[in-house]
C-alpha cells in the first residue's frame, strides 16, 4: 500500500483508538454505578446465589478502564508503526475482548434467571422475609424500604401473602395478614389507618412490587451489557482494521 | 282478616326480618378481597336498625357439630371513611367450608355459606429458569462469532509475521 493509504490507515486507526478509550471510559463510569448499587436492591440476587449482574459489572470496570489504557497503548503503536507494538496491542485487546465478552453474556443471562418472571423474587421473599437469620435480615431490610418507597406490597400484590404461606405469617399468625409496610405510615413509623390496613382497604398499597425490582435490575443489565455489546462491537471493526494496517507495515 | 294476617306472619318469619349477612363486595366497598385464608370479611348489619347494639357472630366448620362465637358491636351510622369496613372474623382454618350466621337479641339471620382460601406452600413455586431472553440469545450468538473471527485473524497474522 503507498505511503499515502498507510498514512490514511494510521491517522483512522488512532481516531478510533481515541473513541474507543472514550467509549471504554464511559463503560467502565457506569459498571461503577452498577456495583454501587444505588437502588440497594443487591441482598435480593445475592440470597438466591445469583449475584452474577454485580459480578459481571465488577468484570466491566476492570476490561474497560484496560480498554481504555490499551486504546492509548495502540495510539502510540500505531504512530510508531511499528509491527512487534501492533502485534502487543492486537494479542492484549483480544484478551480483554474475551473478558469483557464474558461479562455482558453473564449479565443478560443472570437477569434471566433473576427476573424472568416473578417467582423467583416471590419466593424469596415468603421464605426469608422475617426470617431469624442473616439472609432473612437482610431480605426483610430490604422488603420493608422497597415496600415503602415504591408504595407497593408483595411481589405481584398483596394476594401472595394471602395465596402463599409464609414465615411471616408462621412468625406472626395473629397479625395483619401482610406486613405493616405494606400499608400507609406515619413519620413516626406507625401504621396510619390499621383498621383499613388490616382489612384491605385504601391504606393498603395493592400494586405489586416486582415491577420496580425487574425495571432496576433489568436497568443494570443493560447497562453492564448491552452497553458493553456495543463497545465490544466497536472494538471488533477497530480490530479488524489494525489487523490490516499491520499486514501493511513493513 | 286473621287468615290474610297469618299468611303474612308466614311469611316474614320475625328471625330474619331485616337482620342480613353478607361478605364484602371489593368492588363496591373497596377492599383488597373478603376472603382470607384464615377469615373473612363480614358486612356490618343495618347501622339504622342495629346501630350500638351487642351482637354475636357464630360460625361452625360445615358437617361439624362444634359451634363458635365472637362478640361484636354494630357501630353506628358514620360518615367517617375511616371507620372500619366490615367485621373481620379470623383465626379460622384455611381452606374450609364454614357456615356463618349473625345474631342480635332474638334475631338470627340466615346463614352464610363460604370457604376460607386455600394456602400453597411457597416451596411449591418453581423458581426455576422461566425462558431465555432474545437479548441473550442474540448478545451471546454475536459475541461467540466475534471472538471466533477474532481468533481467527490474530493466529492468521502469526502466522503470517512468522
Known sequence: MALGGLGFLMFILVALNILAAAASLALFAVAIWVAVDGYKLYAISAVSGKDDIFAAAWIAIFTGFAFFLTCLFGIYAALKRSRNLMLVYLIIMFIIFIFECASAITAATNRDYLVGNSNLVKKQMLQFYTEDSSNGKRITDTWNRVMQEGKCCGADGPTDWLTFDSTYKTNFPKSFPWPENCCEKLSNSEVKNPTSCQTGGQALFKKGCFQHIEWVLSNYTWAVSWYGFAVLMFVFFMLLLAMVYYVQLD | ?162
Open chain 2, 1 to 162: 282478616m286473621l287468615a290474610v294476617l297469618f299468611i303474612l306472619g308466614t311469611l316474614c318469619p320475625l328471625n330474619n326480618a331485616a337482620l342480613d349477612i353478607s361478605l364484602l363486595d371489593p368492588q363496591l366497598d373497596d377492599v383488597l378481597t373478603a376472603k382470607f385464608s384464615d377469615g373473612f370479611l363480614l358486612r356490618f348489619p343495618n347501622c339504622t336498625s342495629y346501630g350500638g347494639q351487642d351482637g354475636q357472630v357464630l360460625y361452625q366448620i360445615i358437617k361439624t357439630d362444634e359451634k363458635l362465637s365472637e362478640n361484636f358491636t354494630v357501630p353506628n351510622c358514620t360518615s367517617d371513611k375511616q371507620a372500619p369496613r366490615g367485621l373481620l372474623l379470623n383465626k379460622l382454618q384455611n381452606g374450609t367450608l364454614y357456615s356463618v350466621w349473625y345474631k342480635i337479641g332474638e334475631e338470627i339471620s340466615l346463614p352464610l355459606n363460604s370457604s376460607t382460601l386455600p394456602v400453597t406452600k411457597f416451596s411449591e413455586i418453581n423458581d426455576g429458569l422461566p425462558a431465555r431472553s432474545g437479548a441473550m440469545v442474540v448478545i451471546t450468538v454475536i459475541l461467540a462469532l466475534a471472538m471466533a473471527v477474532l481468533l481467527a485473524g490474530l493466529i492468521s497474522l502469526i502466522f503470517i509475521s512468522g
